[in-house]
């Protein structure tokens, strides 16, 4: 995440179409309106830190109540706290400024790349929907993932982010339900392994 954040803003910044991402939050911050702004600002809340711990709890303590087994709550931390640490190791190197827009939120003191709003949408809701999947089969679960991209599209529309924060935002969190999938639910534990 770290090498992609220098490439994306020390190597390829002035090449297309990362020299005309800014183009998109101009766009979106001409065309503000009031319901838009509190839909916005609505989702960036189920985003920020205070939201995204709130349903890592609950989802935590859903999975070990549903379960009734440590390893599914353990995914779901995993996930979490995978996210939180590769987003401020790469905020602390990246330093990417904020858009040149108006700002409708207060900016954190970490960097605009990459967007930590939608990394931690997508660790949370894509864990959510990869394990519903897996014991269902059913697809349905995967219309979880339309929090993560309103999340993105939020945190775009409210000047804080370039686009391809928002793409990497999603990346790392893509990335995270992968590690806590293979890392935690993939693997037998020692009472699972056949004896030889």
């Known amino acids: 995440?770290?090498?992609?954040?220098?490439?994306?803003?020390?190597?390829?910044?002035?090449?297309?179409?990362?020299?005309?991402?800014?183009?998109?939050?101009?766009l979106l911050a001409a065309h503000r309106t009031?319901?838009?702004?509190?839909?916005?600002?609505?989702?960036?809340?189920?985003?920020?830190?205070?939201?995204?711990?709130?349903a890592a709890l609950v989802a935590i303590l859903l999975a070990r109540w549903i379960c009734g087994r440590?390893?599914?709550?353990?995914?779901?931390?995993?996930?979490?706290?995978?996210?939180?640490?590769?987003?401020?190791?790469?905020?602390l190197v990246v330093h990417r400024p904020r858009p040149g827009v108006p700002e409708l939120d207060h900016s954190p003191p970490t960097s605009s790349f990459p967007s930590g709003?939608?990394?931690?949408?997508?660790?949370?809701?894509?864990a959510a929907a990869l394990l519903i999947f897996r014991r269902t089969r059913?697809?349905?679960?995967?219309?979880?993932?339309?929090?993560?991209?309103?999340?993105?599209?939020?945190?775009l529309y409210r000047?804080?982010?370039?686009?391809?924060?928002?793409v990497a935002g999603a990346l790392l969190g893509a990335l995270c339900v992968a590690a806590a999938w293979h890392s935690v639910l993939r693997r037998p534990v020692l009472s699972e392994v056949p004896e030889p």
């Open 159 to 166: 000047g804080m982010h370039h686009p391809s924060d928002v």
């Open 70 to 91: 440590w390893r599914e709550p353990l995914y779901f931390a995993f996930a979490a706290v995978l996210e939180v640490a590769v987003f401020l190791v790469t905020t």
């Open 34 to 54: 009031g319901w838009a702004d509190d839909l916005s600002s609505e989702l960036s809340t189920i985003g920020n830190t205070v939201g995204a711990a709130t």
């Open 138 to 155: 059913r697809r349905l679960p995967w219309l979880l993932l339309l929090v993560p991209a309103a999340i993105g599209v939020a945190r």
């Open 1 to 26: 995440m770290v090498l992609s954040g220098l490439l994306v803003t020390r190597v390829l910044d002035h090449t297309s179409p990362l020299s005309a991402e800014d183009g998109i939050d101009r």
């Open 117 to 126: 709003h939608t990394a931690a949408a997508l660790a949370l809701y894509g």
